[in-house]
């Protein structure tokens, strides 16, 4: 008998096929019984018939617990009113019978699941949300690969605190201090005069104190950078693999954003173009939205939540103020208090999802503003190096993984979507 | 004027089109100069030809040194003589003139090289090791995705440090003491029952001081993990992923190998069947070889080099002395004193790419397990949960991705195989 995984049932139809998995529901109707079972794959409902399934099985049904490990063996068969396949279950082996399990279908405090990710990530959401952020990361790589791009692996533990240390995790390496990486653009920087085009992708990290839906202490982040681009060319690369991601999720991952109940309707409408604007002109939509933020501030959370409410598309803001961008910023030819900066900011009031920009390919503007910021310009002699032998036009950005996937999914909190989320006050289990 | 990238030039035959690189070498040979131009996807030869190419063009040629940033117009024209595409330049524009170059065809120590890393990306070996690492990258994500694994990212903060701290790097997460993951193997035994079969793909640390051509403080390392499944499908599933990843790399970069002078010829030997031997076998004819281990030891780097040097293809190496295996193994019914380990030793001389095994299913015998290595029971009581609520035979494995790339591409030493490699005495740049 073939062990098939339950998302090919359907290719089985009238076919003896066996399935393993977790007893997710039972429930008996006279002389039927059913069980819900759920094997990693899919749902499928198991069907018991007195007179039909051997009698072991029928006895087994009776002492199975939520969670219980069993394997059935039986005859697939089509429910005219589910409309979906099923399980005419003939035998049955019973793996384990689970203790009482502590999740249960009534409501439980996020804190008491969040105790149990261990266990949680067997629900049906958790489980349609940890699928798609792998579609999402997949569609990630794929998009690079197709397009030339090589993958360079940016370093985790990283010498120095360039851009201040307030922010990083610490370890001791081997008596000297080292962090833990933020992002990895400035080695992409360099890998770019080796391979043109690079993509790293890996988990960054941000000791802040900060409790928002928003922020991870741990999370994943996939940044591209390609030589011989200026800004145009990176907001361009930037809308079409924000609009590529979301149509694979859309073609690949329709039954779990069903059974997440998201609206697939504004989804669809991601398409290019995008809505574009500048720093400035955004500063001005926002007034006439009523918001008193300055020209020179960053945007808040509460800003870019009222500023994507407007639009159905994603907005790709640019140019903004270089008094608040990092260093590296090229600036703007016609208005030097500008930089070359970009942002996506995901609509339905999810905000910033991806931020980037052209980086300046100057020496000296470089040293100024490392001097103006009072950065340790030691630290930065290597990076220094790819403007003294070969420097070019570039730029690049990064995509946050799981504010990605939050905003596909339609969640309120990132912390569901990374299998084991790292907080302020969550580093268990 | 379409701007290609080189590795297409073949695709252009008697057109115009513009490359945009560095130069790598230039020199002049009466009415003709040659520029080596790199562009990060390949290698091509430019040619300037007085009365044939553009004034300006040939005037910029003179001030060209190693590693400036040049665009160059022209006409794709096979070259015979090297039976490989050539562009004829008419005109040239120059990004930058770089500084003298420190990396020049001259020998340059390891250190020095080390040192300038971000500089020594550049160079052929070196770029064609990590186009084989990114192919390595993405064959191991597409063998998992094609067989309906889901990727659920491990933590790499973790609370304890369960099996002893003295090769972990710590961190402070918020006044707490927090570790770098050593493995997701834990983590991904929680995943496999509410997804079958995942895999995780991240960075792991261990803070080990040891200086050999084998070890990395930072490495990548690629784990899958399934349910329902006893150490046989392991080792099927190891033996089919190794031969998978190198068919994957000889039919995608060859070019790079070549690069590389690596012989194909051991690659191509890579097929399955592989050598199958017991942990007890494989003293035994370490015995033969002259070896003086003693069964109930580990094997050292140099038992790996005698006994894969024997064979021309990797050897599966199963079923250890349960003495040296961590407590989660599942220990062989016929002879208890053994673990349902296995590693796969790459052949010709390089060891151990692949580690994994059965777990153990039986909550009591991990819990007599854990006393009897004095490890902490607290630590663990969310992973025996897993025994509590369904558990079911599963296994799985991690495979290193340096080892590999270092096998495949014949490196003697792991650290080129890695963008930016972090050793005991090397954290920079």
Not at 28 to 53: M, N, P, W, Y
Not at 119 to 142: G, M, N, P, V
Not at 304 to 320: A, G, K
């Amino acid at each position: 008998m073939p062990v098939i995984l339950a998302k090919y049932l359907k290719d089985y139809l009238n076919k003896e096929v066996t399935l393993q998995g977790w007893v997710r529901l039972k429930r008996s109707s006279g002389k039927i019984k059913f069980i819900e079972l759920r094997d990693g794959t899919a749902f499928v409902q198991c069907v018991l018939v007195k007179g039909v399934s051997g009698l072991e099985a029928l006895e087994s049904f009776e002492g199975l617990t939520q969670e219980s490990a069993i394997e059935v063996t039986g005859t697939v068969q089509h429910n005219p009113r589910n409309k979906t396949e099923e399980l005419l279950v003939n035998t049955m082996k019973v793996y384990q019978i689970a203790e009482p399990f502590p999740i249960t279908p009534k409501e439980h405090g996020v804190e008491y699941l969040m105790d149990r990710r261990h266990l949680w990530l067997r629900s049906r959401r958790q489980w349609a949300i940890l699928r798609i952020r792998h579609e999402i990361i997949k569609a990630c790589r794929c998009f690079f690969d197709e397009r030339d791009f090589t993958l360079i692996d940016s370093p985790i533990l990283g010498p120095s605190a360039a851009e201040g240390s307030s922010t990083l995790f610490e370890t001791d390496y081997f008596g000297d201090p080292a962090y833990l990486t933020q992002s990895g653009q400035l080695y992409s920087e360099a890998a770019i005069a080796a391979f043109k085009k690079v993509y790293c992708f890996g988990p960054t990290f941000r000791a802040e104190k900060s409790k928002t839906r928003r922020h991870l202490t741990e999370f994943w982040m996939v940044e591209p950078e390609m030589a011989f681009v200026t800004l145009n060319e990176v907001m361009d690369l930037a809308e079409e693999f924000v609009s590529y991601i979301v149509d694979i999720v859309l073609a690949n991952r329709k039954s779990e954003l069903a059974l997440l109940e998201r609206d697939i309707e504004p989804l669809e409408k991601v398409k290019r173009p995008f809505v574009r604007m500048t720093y400035t002109e955004a500063v001005d939509k926002l007034h006439e939205l009523g918001s008193d933020i300055k020209w020179g501030d960053d945007f808040g959370g509460d800003d870019e939540t009222i500023l994507t409410r407007e639009y159905d598309r994603p907005i790709v803001v640019h140019r903004f103020p270089a008094s608040f961008k990092a260093f590296y910023f090229e600036l703007d030819k016609e208005n030097p208090e500008l930089a070359l900066g970009v942002d996506i900011l995901a609509p339905e009031g999810y905000g910033e999802i991806l931020g980037g920009g052209e980086r300046s390919a100057d020496i000296e503007h470089l040293l100024k503003r490392i001097e103006e910021e009072n950065l340790p310009a030691d630290a930065y002699d290597w990076y220094l190096d790819l403007r003294r032998y070969g420097s070019v036009p570039h730029g690049g950005f990064g995509l946050g993984v799981e504010r990605t996937v939050a905003w596909i999914c339609g969640l309120h909190h990132v912390r569901e979507t990374i299998p084991w989320p790292r907080m302020l006050s969550r580093i268990y289990p």
